[in-house]
């Protein structure tokens, strides 16, 4: 099935760490995203990068975060395994949750599709709704994306972001 150009597939980049090969993380994720690229994925538009303060608080480094908006013919598990292949070819190697990383790559929604069992992707992503470093970069590359399970805008998600969650444009 291919994905029709009404299907907003959007997915997040981050990264606080500095990569061995590529430097510093938003060179690194620069480069994740040219080799989303180059394995048939068409990036669409990505917003600008965006540091936040690691959640939960803690004396991490901040990460550098954005929001790409992409077109595919891969189905939701095929592309999310393209994304994990790309963390894994770049050095992430998975472990504890919240844990500083090289590279993040996560699918947020894929188009209006649903999927909350047992096996990934959840979608849209469980906890997309609750973090200003994926809703900001958000509207710059889909403003006019609603939560496929709430309804909600991203604009009415971020009005109800819960407090103290500290995030700043750091490229236009």
């Not at 597939?9 to 590529?22: C, D, K, T, W």
């Not at 292949?85 to 990383?101: C, L, Q, T, Y």
Request: overall charge neutral.
């Amino acid at each position: 099935m291919t994905a029709s150009s009404k299907e907003t597939i959007l997915i997040a980049l981050g990264a606080n760490l500095p990569s061995a090969r590529f430097g510093a993380p938003r060179v690194t994720l620069e480069a994740a995203l040219a080799a989303i690229a180059a394995k048939g994925v068409q990036i669409l538009r990505r917003s600008s990068w965006w540091e936040s303060e690691p959640m939960p608080v803690s004396d991490q480094p901040w990460y550098v975060n954005g929001v790409a908006s992409i077109a595919t013919t891969l189905e939701p598990a095929a592309l999310l395994a393209l994304l994990h292949g790309v963390e894994a070819e770049f050095g992430r190697i998975r472990g504890a949750r919240n844990e500083a990383r090289l590279l993040d790559l996560d699918l947020l929604a894929y188009g209006d599709r649903r999927r909350d069992g047992p096996e990934p992707p959840l979608l849209p992503h469980p906890r997309l709704a609750d973090r200003a470093f994926v809703l900001l970069p958000l509207t710059e590359v889909a403003p006019d994306w609603h939560h496929p399970v709430s309804g909600e805008s991203v604009r009415q998600l971020i009005a109800r972001l819960p407090e103290g969650q500290r995030i700043r444009r750091v490229e236009g």
